[in-house]
């Protein structure tokens, strides 16, 4: 009887376990991304500080895509181009990004997943 009750405990210590480290991971995972979203949001609007004129919106938007996708790829993040959408007004720049934390991956496949987004704007000032 004592050693069912062994086993039990270690094996609740081990899911126990597992879920904080995939709870940390994502959170990590989260916070990454909304700091290197804000990061490339800032430089953004330091860059075209002027109103963003029709022309100049999409060149903006095509900067921040690609500046997020190559800031996550730095950081070990598994985003792609797709899952970023950027866009633009005269006065406001706006990115959400989706992606996946895989929870239970299984040969590199993502057997559990979590959805996760990062929606984050920047006012410009003139």
Do not use: C, H
């Amino acid at each position: 009887m004592r050693i069912w009750t062994l086993v039990r405990w270690v094996i609740f210590i081990a899911v126990l376990g597992w879920v904080g480290y995939s709870v940390a991971g994502a959170g990590w995972s989260y916070f990454a991304t909304q700091e290197l979203v804000d990061k490339t949001l800032l430089e953004a609007s330091t860059r075209y500080r002027a109103s963003i004129p029709g022309s100049q919106a999409s060149t903006l938007a095509t900067y921040v895509r690609n500046s997020i996708v190559t800031a996550a790829r730095r950081d070990g993040l598994s985003i792609q181009a797709a899952d970023v959408d950027v866009s633009t007004s005269p006065r406001v720049i706006s990115a959400t990004v989706r992606w996946s934390y895989p929870a239970i991956s299984y040969q590199g496949v993502g057997l559990l997943v979590v959805p996760m987004s990062v929606k984050r704007s920047y006012v410009t000032t003139p």
